[in-house]
T-cell receptor, first 116, second 110 residues
Framework: GAVVSQHPSWVICKSGTSVKIECRSL??????MFWYRQFPKQSLMLMAT?????????EQGVEKDKFLINHASLTLSTLTVTSAHPEDSSFYIC????????????FGPGTRLLVL | QKEVEQNSGPLSVPEGAIASLNCTYS??????FFWYRQYSGKSPELIMS????GDKEDGRFTAQLNKASQYVSLLIRDSQPSDSATYLC??????????FGSGTRLSIRP
């Protein structure tokens, strides 16, 4: 199956700092990538849809100025959590859609963020 | 009504038995259906996809789709303790957006 990588796998930062998470599709081109957040024992929550070369589409309740998304190439999308606060601590997971495979989404391994 | 519904569980099944996971969806225009497995603390992993009515088998897994009833299921034969995880049903809507169910927790007891 297709491979999606995320970096870093975990990060600890101080409150008020910004954190950038990278999501890469390694063996296919992804015009669309998705960013999810998951709190312990809860469901995946879609935050935004990232389209290559255009602005991301954010889900209701997700602050676009706080969660900056850039999808500059067909294999890379980045999520920047700006001015992070302890309540932003969560498991952030990206996925990439493979258009050559009936719109199948493949997930990255996730990034665990802890804000102190 | 949720767009993709699953029983949250936990579903407890003895080792060696068949585990049956069910999912219903609301968008009749849906074309693609997926099952993902998520272990605790890990990201979801695609295990099956199905696009047409009927059964699709892959090893111990069988996906079943009934578009008329808007129902998709996953059967796991000869359940193993390593199958204990949360199983997410996902449906590609007519707008090319994939909607995930909230998942069913499966526990295989030795």
């Amino acid at each position: 199956g297709a491979v999606v990588s995320q970096h870093p796998s975990w990060v600890i930062c101080k409150s008020g700092t910004s954190v950038k998470i990278e999501c890469r599709s390694l063996d296919f081109q992804a015009t669309t990538m998705f960013w999810y957040r998951q709190f312990p024992k809860q469901s995946l929550m879609l935050m935004a849809t990232s389209n290559e070369g255009s602005k991301a589409t954010y889900e209701q309740g997700v602050e676009k100025d706080k969660f900056l998304i850039n999808h500059a190439s067909l294999t890379l999308s980045t999520l920047t959590v700006t001015s992070a606060h302890p309540e932003d601590s969560s498991f952030y997971i990206c996925s990439a859609r493979d258009r050559t495979s009936r719109e199948t989404q493949y997930f990255g391994p996730g990034t665990r963020l802890l804000v102190l | 009504q949720k767009e993709v519904e699953q029983n949250s569980g936990p579903l407890s099944v003895p080792e060696g038995a068949i585990a049956s996971l069910n999912c219903t969806y609301s968008d009749r225009g849906s074309q693609s259906f997926f099952w993902y497995r998520q272990y605790s603390g890990k990201s979801p992993e695609l295990i099956m996809s199905i696009y047409s009515n009927g059964d699709k088998e892959d090893g111990r897994f069988t996906a079943q789709l009934n578009k008329a009833s808007q129902y998709v299921s996953l059967l796991i034969r000869d359940s193993q303790p390593s199958d204990s995880a949360t199983y997410l049903c996902a449906v590609s809507s007519s707008a090319s957006k994939i909607i995930f169910g909230s998942g069913t927790r499966l526990s295989i007891r030795p």
